[in-house]
Nanobody, 126 residues
C-alpha cells in the first residue's frame, strides 16, 4: 500500500521559512516524480513545484515561488523536501505532495500524479 505523509507545516511570520517533508512508502521511490501542490481557502489547488524521477531529477517551479522555494529529494530516505523561504501571506495554504510518473508536459497537472498525501497546513501571518 502506497502512502505519502507530509510534515513540517506550521505558523510562520512573513519573511520566515519552513521546510516541508514528504515521506513515501510502498513504492520504488526513485522511479517516481514528486510534485507539491497547495490549496488556499476558497481557491483551487495549484501547482507549486516538482522533481522528476531520479534518472532525470529535473526540477520545476511555479512562477509565484521561483527563487523562494527549493525542492530536493533523498532517495535513501524516500523523502522529498520543499524548502520555503521569504514566505508571505499569499503562501498560506494546505500543501500536498503527490507521486507519479509525469512527463515534462504534464508535470504541473494534478492528473499526472497517482498517489497523494493528506496535506500539511502552512499559515503565514504576523
Amino acid at each position: 500500500q502506497v502512502q505519502l505523509v507530509e510534515s513540517g507545516g506550521g505558523v510562520v511570520k512573513p519573511g520566515g521559512s519552513l521546510r516541508l517533508s514528504c515521506q513515501a512508502s510502498g513504492l520504488t521511490f526513485s522511479q517516481y516524480g514528486v510534485g507539491w501542490f497547495r490549496q488556499a481557502p476558497g481557491k483551487e489547488r495549484e501547482f507549486v513545484g516538482a522533481v522528476r524521477q531520479s534518472a532525470q531529477n529535473t526540477k520545476f517551479y511555479a512562477d509565484s515561488v521561483k527563487g523562494r522555494f527549493t525542492i530536493s529529494r533523498d532517495n535513501a530516505k524516500s523523502t522529498v523536501y520543499l524548502q520555503m523561504n521569504a514566505l508571505n501571506p499569499e503562501d498560506t495554504a494546505l500543501y500536498f505532495c503527490a507521486a507519479g510518473r509525469p512527463i515534462v508536459g504534464t508535470i504541473r497537472t494534478e492528473t499526472a500524479y497517482t498517489f497523494w498525501g493528506q496535506g500539511t497546513q502552512v499559515t503565514v501571518s504576523s
